[in-house]
């Protein structure tokens, strides 16, 4: 048996799924998780001294790649100087100047520790602010570990399960589901609940259902109707945040009231962050009457990390050139995958790869998927030394450290994999 195996099933015996993630599983593809010990750059090594061209990226923190120098310096003298303080710091203060720049919309920012943290305090100041209880959120779209937004849609099919397990009615009862890119099916939800919807939350470029871009004018009209009707609108930049481009918003032209960030911000490091409007952040506790705390939102070790990869996705042409390759990979891989009927969607750094469907548009072709065809080419693509995510339904990415030379080895190798499909 492989230390990885071994060591898996070690991992089985005390921690639930051997996981404390359940993406991390292989449940969706099938076999054992393969127990990681190093990244560097654009590779990892499992612990058998297997390695990969990582195409998952830790679903989504390493833009700059793995153990990027910037992020190893800026760690390193952060830690050696105290890891926190419980009181404010000089860098939360450049961290926080710094993606205002970046994402004009946030007037100010709060940092909090995940993406899960950043989507229920914006929901709760949607909430408080506009005073209604009702929020609409899009089949498909994944929020995180957010109960009044994990229990419904995609994720309750999935597992089957009576919805929503684990809590009370109450907690869901308030949550509207419309389907991705379909307007009608968001202005049924106003008509129905006039006075009631405090905001609209939705992934502008999704993650978990294939990656599917936001049509233009499905946003426009989400905004409109925003405006109409007294409620916010909030962009779950989660996924997309450095990683389509410093946010998708950006490249849509599109402004929300609100934006949730998180992965990327901090190369690596665990962070999530949220902002919008001084009127609205201004009501956060103690300016205002809506509470939202943690002990370790903005601690020095994370801001300073934050603060390194910001200064790396601002040099010139960072995103353009992570595009670039991630275009030439995945066009070369859907050549590669056509007579097998595969796709691969793509947006920025970020693609899905999936099987059995013509296009992506909402979940509903995304649960056409063909998952043992998938399965196959994941198992086959592992095996010649590619990580990708283990699901079709989430987005693989490249990181600046994929050269150009290593995505032609890894179109390769992904070649060689197809062969068993
Ligand atoms: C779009 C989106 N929002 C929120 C989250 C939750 O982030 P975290 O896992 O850091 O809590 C995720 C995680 O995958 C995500 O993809």
């Not at 602010?129 to 089949?139: C, D, L, M, N």
């Not at 939705?202 to 409620?231: W, Y």
């Not at 007579?339 to 099987?355: N, R």
């Not at 592992?382 to 080895?409: C, K, M, N, R």
Request: aromatic share 8%.
């Amino acid at each position: 048996m492989s230390l990885s195996d071994s060591v898996f099933d070690g991992l089985c015996k005390v921690i639930p799924g051997g996981v404390n993630s359940p993406f991390r599983a292989f449940h969706l593809v099938g076999g054992k998780a393969r127990v990681m010990k190093r990244g560097l750059g654009s590779r990892i090594w499992d612990l058998d001294d297997k390695e990969y061209i990582d195409l998952c990226c830790a679903w989504g923190p390493l833009t700059l790649g793995h153990a990027h120098p910037a992020i190893v310096q800026a760690v390193t003298e952060a830690v050696s100087e105290g890891a926190i303080f419980g009181a404010p710091n000089k860098w939360e203060l450049e961290m926080a100047e710094r993606l205002i720049e970046l994402v004009p919309s946030m007037e100010m920012v709060r940092f909090v520790n995940s993406g899960a943290e950043a989507v229920m305090s914006s929901l709760r100041v949607a909430r408080s602010v506009t005073g209604r209880p009702k929020i609409v959120k899009f089949e498909g779209c994944y929020h995180g570990h957010v109960a009044p937004l994990d229990a419904v849609g995609k994720e309750a099919d999935e597992s089957g399960g009576p919805v929503p397990l684990g809590t009370t009615p109450a907690v869901t009862q308030d949550t509207l589901l419309a389907e991705f890119n379909n307007i009608a099916s968001v202005e049924a939800l106003f008509q129905k609940f006039p006075q009631q919807i405090a905001c609209i939350i939705l992934e502008p470029v999704t993650g978990s259902m294939g990656v599917i871009e936001a049509e233009n004018r499905f946003l426009t009209a989400l905004q409109n109707l925003c405006q109409k009707h007294g409620s916010l609108l909030i962009f779950d930049e989660v996924l997309s945040g450095f990683r389509v481009d410093t946010t998708a918003q950006k490249r849509l032209g599109i402004e929300p009231d609100l934006t949730c960030l998180g992965k990327a911000v901090a190369g690596g490091l665990p962070v999530g962050a949220y902002g919008g409007k001084k009127e609205l952040m201004e009501k956060l506790s103690p300016l205002g009457p809506i509470y939202q705390a943690g002990t370790f939102c903005g601690n020095p070790v994370t801001m300073r990390a934050g603060i390194a990869a910001l200064k790396e996705y601002s040099k010139p042409g960072f995103f353009e050139n992570l595009e670039a390759r991630c275009r030439y990979l995945c066009r070369n891989l859907a050549e590669i995958l056509r007579p097998h009927q595969g796709i691969v969607p793509h947006c920025g750094g970020m693609f899905s790869v999936g099987f059995g469907v013509s296009q992506l548009r909402h979940h509903n072709d995304a649960f056409q998927q063909d998952t043992e065809r998938f399965a196959k080419f994941f198992h086959a693509a592992l095996a010649q030394g590619v990580y990708l995510p283990p699901s079709t339904f989430d987005a693989a990415s490249i990181s600046s450290a994929h050269s150009q030379d290593e995505i032609d080895l890894c179109l390769e190798k992904l070649k060689q994999a197809a062969d068993v499909l």
